[in-house]
């Protein structure tokens, strides 16, 4: 539901009220492209045909795990129009580095609450999604760097704003999303 916010209609977050996205949970993401234009591929006999977008979009995907030493892959397809993927963030994973907000140095700042800045990112502070280490980030990168890759071959790629997210909650759920995510390209139909 939107709502006019400074003459301006604002939508409400789809965010889960008193959830940190960056605790360690799995996250099953979706994204689409803007007006569910079929960039990556498509469907052959059940089979996804990555085309040279799709081969981006899946190849910057496997990147994020070298980007954000927090994140753990499982599950994942690229689809025509959108990717479907789990994202585990999991901070006590061996080489995981706290990153200082305000220098953002993850080896040789020595941070305390009396080092962080009362307001270090614009008008939402602290809770600028750059500055610390959860989903928005990592999706922000995730975005950004593939619309950077595909427009060298397609000019006019862009993404939906947004994207879908999905707490998994417990061990049948996330069998379930990891099943539905393999079996995407089989069960594809268009419309």
Known sequence: MSENFQNKYRIHST?????DYGWNAAYFITICTKNKECYF?????????????GITAEQYWNEIQKQFSYVRLDAFVVMPDHILGIIVIDKNRPGY???????????NCVSTTDTIPKKTGGITG????MLNDNLSRII????????FEIRKIQA??????????????????FLRIRKYINNNPANWTTE
Not at 15 to 19: A, E, G, I, Q, T
Not at 140 to 147: A, D, F, L, P, S
Request: proline share 3%; charged share 35%.
């Open 15 to 19: 965010r889960l009220k008193n959830w």
């Open 41 to 53: 591929g498509n469907i052959n006999n059940g089979k996804m045909i990555l085309s040279e977008l």
């Open 97 to 107: 580095r706290f990153r200082c907000i305000r220098c953002r140095d993850a080896i």
């Open 126 to 129: 602290n809770k600028n999604p």
């Open 140 to 147: 922000r990168w995730y975005k950004g760097r593939v619309t």
């Open 156 to 173: 006019c790629f862009e993404w939906q704003p947004r994207f879908y997210d999905h707490i998994v909650r417990d061990d049948k759920s």
